[in-house]
């Protein structure tokens, strides 16, 4: 199987700084691209950000200048650097994978647990 493990969620004051990790483990061949996601509630799911396993990184325009993603392909993880929060970045964010596993072909999707993120004064 394969299986994301999130961390670094937490409750920040605007302004303030949080770092989320996503560690893939399991019968991985290879990874594709990695990425995250938000859901807040009364809000739809929304692409935060991705990067691939060529390093390319694409954002949403809300978080652009404010979030960096990156990877540690050898560590199999992947980080979101969150920086400037705002009260509207409030959610759950679910990291998410595309890769094909050991003695497949094609890609699959996986999803993590989802990790709270609160910005609140």
């Known amino acids: 199987q394969v299986q994301l493990v999130e961390s670094g969620g937490g409750l920040v004051q605007p302004g303030g700084s949080l770092r989320l990790s996503c560690a893939a483990s399991?019968?991985?061949?290879?990874?594709?691209?990695m990425g995250w996601y938000r859901h807040a509630p009364g809000n739809q799911r929304e692409l935060v950000a991705t990067?691939?396993?060529?390093?390319?990184?694409n954002y949403a325009d809300s978080v652009k200048g404010r979030f960096t993603i990156s990877r540690d392909n050898a560590k199999n993880t992947v980080y979101l650097q969150m920086n400037s929060l705002k009260l509207e970045d409030t959610a759950v964010y679910y990291c998410?994978?595309?890769?094909?596993?050991?003695?497949?072909?094609?890609?699959?999707?996986?999803w993590g647990q989802g990790t709270q993120v609160t910005v609140s004064s």
């Open positions: 998410n994978l595309i890769a094909s596993r050991l003695g497949f072909t094609n890609h699959y999707e996986y």
């Open positions: 399991g019968s991985i061949f290879s990874i594709y691209a």
């Open positions: 990067i691939t396993s060529g390093g390319t990184s």
